[in-house]
């Protein structure tokens, strides 16, 4: 019985020792042969392929797995160079479906559309590459358990790391000691109830990571080619404030939910700055998405999205078609208080809407186009423009009443900066219909930039309260007739307010910006500064104790108003590319051209992740 024992442990031995013994050292220096040696399963577990000379190669992929498995491939610190081909489909180091178990290592890898591809493949290491002048530098998708370790992926044209997950069974992947563009580390979290806070990445991912809070963190890529950016798939209940990517890829977020993004600059990047794919349940809060190349936010097949405080201008376009908002296949959206303007396109809707009516409320446009519908033949869009009126809070111009959006232009000439208000309720007195196709577009509450009542084109030599003539503001009893509008705006006669006395002729006006002495008053305020902002939402100017200097339910005219005050003191015009607001009596004076009115306090995209 002890002799069995005895043999079978020396067999076992034997066996063992053999299969050491039988390990083999291969060698290749062309991307077929290495292909052909890794294809026909010429290597047992044990051997390693060794590469021996630098390659190049000008069409296709170079080290093909075709589902190898138990493959040791060392390149030894050798190139292989795809001379350029990082706009065509070729990759330097591909694993398709059915790679698994292999361990790669020591390659330099440059110039490809990919530099290494590991696609629906598990179980393989990924040790000491360098990746770098690819289009895409690691593509690894809807894999399990891969793990890419002490390797450097930089300066890769439109990102370095690529990472597909459409399950969170997908999410368990690994990376240790990644380097991206810019020296910072290329991370991906997978665990529930992260703290990720004060950090620089070069790319942050997030995917299955749910409860998190990822608080005051930089990404910043490559300066050269704005390739990365922060990328959360999978991942509901988070938290996101206080991003700053700026020149990156863009803020992408994919199949995730409940999740709430405040407080994130996204300028100045190679695709729009958010993109929500399959989303629903966010709050996006205090955003700042300006300069990007394709658009500003981007809102895919998502439901249920909330955006308060956006500011999004300027996003260029490939052909100068920036886009500020694109609500594609997205319903249940509402956009409220956001500065969306200076741009080809405010906001593009294409099919969106279905599953529920989108609200844009209160929000300044000024743009070539405010909005442009798409898909108008054969799918309707459903918006409603604007909300029911409400005057507790200032609106995007910083006037008493919200209701619905001020439309206005790079001219100037917008809808709302030439409606008329004669009811003096803040509202054009007429809809705004922008309708195209087969959506209806109406604004029936447009916020007006002024009314007749508190806007007077006077004729002929008619004291008025206000007069505008091209960009300065003339104020306090002028002389405004519509022939001196017309000409070179030299400042009119000035009445005195008793009716007695004058400026000089051509000479005696006062624009913006100048101290007006006024007679002597009682309160010994002195200087008292007459801002947009010093005016509060009951029709008073606020001074610095928090209390109301004029009051619009006063009908005296200004002059009876500040007749009681004994000591001198000014008052300061503020006119600037805001404009200004004073209030007279029952009337409010304000700068004609409030396009720029606003309140200062607001402030082809790459494959998707999810494969569908």
């Not at 507790?392 to 439309?407: A, D, F, Q, V």
């Not at 004729?459 to 070179?488: K, P, R, T």
């Not at 400026?503 to 309160?523: A, F, W």
Request: glycine share 8%; net charge negative; charged share 15%.
């Amino acid at each position: 019985m002890k002799t069995k024992k005895i043999s079978g442990m020396l067999a076992v031995i034997i066996v063992l020792l053999t299969s050491n013994v039988l390990a083999i050292d291969y060698y290749c220096s062309s991307c077929a042969e290495c292909s052909t040696f890794i294809q026909n399963r010429t290597l047992n577990s044990d051997d390693i392929l060794y590469l021996t000379t630098d390659l190049t190669l000008d069409y296709g992929n170079c080290i093909e797995f075709n589902g190898a498995d138990n493959i040791i491939f060392d390149c030894q610190n050798h190139v292989i160079d795809g001379v350029s081909n990082q706009y065509f489909d070729h990759t330097g180091i591909d694993l398709p479906v059915g790679s698994n178990n292999n361990y790669i290592q020591n390659c330099q890898i440059k110039r490809f559309m990919t530099g290494v591809s590991s696609y629906k493949t598990n179980w393989n290491t990924f040790d000491n590459l360098t990746i770098a002048d690819n289009y895409e530098g690691f593509y690894l998708g809807f894999s399990l358990y891969n793990i890419i370790q002490n390797s450097l992926i930089e300066e890769n044209l439109n990102i370095d790391f690529l990472f597909g997950a459409n399950n969170i069974a997908y999410c368990n992947n690994d990376l240790t000691n990644v380097i991206g563009s810019n020296g910072g580390f290329i991370d991906l979290y997978h665990q529930s109830n992260l703290t990720i806070e004060n950090l620089i990445f070069s790319q942050l991912i997030l995917c299955d990571a749910d409860n998190s809070l990822v608080n005051n963190v930089v990404i910043h890529g490559s300066e050269q080619y704005k390739n990365n950016g922060l990328y959360v798939l999978n991942t509901d209940n988070a938290i996101f404030e206080n991003i700053t990517l700026y020149e990156g890829h863009e803020i992408y977020m994919e199949q995730s939910s409940n999740n709430v993004v405040k407080n994130v600059i996204a300028n100045s990047n190679q695709y729009y700055g958010i993109t929500l794919h399959d989303c629903n349940n966010f709050l996006l809060e205090n955003i700042e998405t300006n300069y990007n190349t394709w658009g500003g936010i981007r809102l895919s097949d998502s439901l249920d999205i909330n955006i308060t405080g956006l500011t999004s201008k300027h996003n260029s376009g490939l052909f100068n078609d920036g886009i500020g908002v694109f609500l594609d296949k997205s319903s249940s959206i509402t956009i409220v208080g956001s500065d969306i303007s200076n741009q080809s396109v405010g906001i593009l809707i294409s099919r969106s809407g279905i599953e529920g009516e989108n609200l844009i409320y209160n929000n300044y446009f000024s743009n070539i186009n405010n909005t442009l519908f798409d898909y108008e033949s054969y799918n309707a869009s459903y918006v409603k423009w604007n909300n029911s009126p409400e005057c507790t809070s200032p609106n995007m111009i910083n006037e008493s009443c919200t209701g619905g959006n001020y439309w206005s232009n790079q001219n100037g000439n917008g809808f709302s900066d030439t409606c008329s208000d004669n009811d003096n309720n803040g509202f054009c007195d007429l809809s705004y219909n922008f309708s195209t196709g087969i959506s209806t577009a109406i604004d029936y509450l447009s916020l007006s930039a002024y009314s007749q009542e508190q806007y007077n084109v006077c004729g002929g030599e008619q004291i008025v309260s206000l007069c505008i003539c091209g960009d300065n503001v003339y104020s306090f009893g002028y002389c405004c007739s519509s022939a001196w509008q017309s000409s070179s705006c030299t400042p009119p006669v000035v009445p005195s307010p008793s009716g007695s006395g004058g400026g000089g002729g051509g000479g005696g006006g006062i624009t913006s910006n100048t101290i007006i002495p006024i007679e002597p008053k009682t309160n010994g305020v002195d200087n008292l500064i007459v801002n947009p902002k010093d005016i509060n939402k009951t029709g008073g100017i606020v001074k610095n104790n928090g209390t109301n200097f004029l009051n619009d339910s006063k009908s005296k005219s200004i002059f009876q108003e500040l007749g009681n005050i004994n000591n001198i003191f000014s008052i300061i015009l503020i006119s600037s590319f805001f404009g200004f607001s004073l209030f007279i009596g029952k009337k409010i004076i304000k700068h004609k051209k409030k396009k720029s009115a606003l309140n200062n306090s607001w402030k082809s995209p790459s494959r998707n992740l999810i494969e569908n």
